[in-house]
């Protein structure tokens, strides 16, 4: 994934979690369960006719969940695509399951149970499958991004967050409490939100879904918007030293001048003169640079010291002409 596709960084996480082996049989139903949760629809009709189906914008998700169904619950879901006026047309792929195939889908994910007599009997549960291994945590964070996560490019700011009913948040705060990410959560228009705001945290989340490139791409981002502000942080001091600069030299040269009208300049030592001189004429020169100027060229700590006695003189000319006065 390169900062200059110009798909957003989201898309790019997906598309690489969309890549990733399969897994154990394990995490892939702890995948299937998240993806349940976040994008599938249960519909019943007369005679025990019943039919799962999810409803996904990301042909690449469908794709994958295609996948996980046929390979660890060995059913075939139906592919077809629908499009959405509201959404500006947006097109979305739905997979559909058969009665039976369903009926596979709910014993595994412990939504339903089968009596002795061969009846299906529905549990008013979520979609849940043991998550006590590390792998399947995982797993199941990776299907809940898929199917209801988004994060902001990280050139524009760290937010990561997933979409979620109260019990799939319920879900996602227990997993990311035991993998030890701090999150935060808030109600947007009656839908729970459960984020990461924290550039590092979000990092870690990334690689717990196993998103490793998008994890150097993060880092780079990083990187560079520090190197970033660290130049606009010198530029900014040295424009402040520079002022500095600038606002000092035009002490000295007030100070040199009231010195010429006072007394002359034909006073003061050689060194002095010269020094005095170079300075009204060339206010903008660094103390470095007006030392380079003379001749012979003498040290900005040379430079410093003879300016030092010009202000102190400057300074105790007007001391005495402010004593004199005095009544």
């Not at 705001?197 to 979000?202: F, N, P, T, W």
């Not at 003061?268 to 020094?275: D, G, T, V």
Request: net charge positive.
């Amino acid at each position: 994934m390169r900062a200059s596709d110009t798909r957003s960084f989201s898309a790019g996480v997906k598309e690489e979690l969309i890549r990733l082996p399969m897994g154990k049989p394990c995490c892939m139903l702890s995948e299937i369960s998240a993806l349940t949760q976040t994008s599938g629809h249960l519909a019943f009709r007369g005679g025990g006719w019943i039919s799962a189906s999810y409803r996904l914008d990301n042909a690449g998700t469908a794709r994958r969940l295609f996948q996980l169904l046929k390979k660890r619950l060995d059913v075939a879901p139906k592919l077809h695509f629908v499009q959405t006026r509201q959404l500006g047309g947006r097109r979305s792929c739905v997979l559909t399951l058969g009665t039976e195939d369903t009926r596979t889908l709910l014993n595994a994910l412990h939504m339903a149970e089968t009596d002795e007599d061969g009846q299906v009997h529905l549990k008013r549960t979520v979609p849940r499958h043991p998550m006590t291994r590390q792998c399947c945590r995982r797993a199941f964070l990776r299907g809940a991004y898929l199917g209801a996560g988004t994060m902001t490019n990280p050139e524009k700011g760290y937010h990561f967050e997933w979409k979620a009913d109260d019990r799939l948040a319920d879900t996602l705060e227990k997993l990311l409490e035991k993998c030890e990410l701090p999150y935060h959560s808030y109600l947007r228009k009656g839908q729970r939100i459960i984020y990461l705001k924290d550039a590092q945290q979000i990092s870690d989340m990334l690689a717990v879904m196993g998103a490793g490139s998008s994890v150097l791409e993060m880092e780079n981002i990083r990187i560079n918007k520090q190197l970033r502000a660290a130049a606009t942080r010198a530029a900014n001091c040295d424009e402040h030293n520079s002022e500095k600069m600038l606002d000092a030299a035009q002490r000295q040269a007030e100070a040199i001048r009231y010195l010429s009208v006072q007394q002359g300049l034909f006073t003061l030592p050689p060194a002095l003169r010269e020094l005095a001189r170079r300075r009204v004429e060339n206010p903008d020169l660094s103390m470095k640079e007006l030392g380079e100027s003379l001749d012979p060229p003498i040290s900005k700590n040379a430079v410093n010291h003879r300016m030092r006695r010009l202000m102190e003189i400057a300074e105790a000319l007007r001391e005495e002409q402010g004593r004199e006065k005095e009544p």
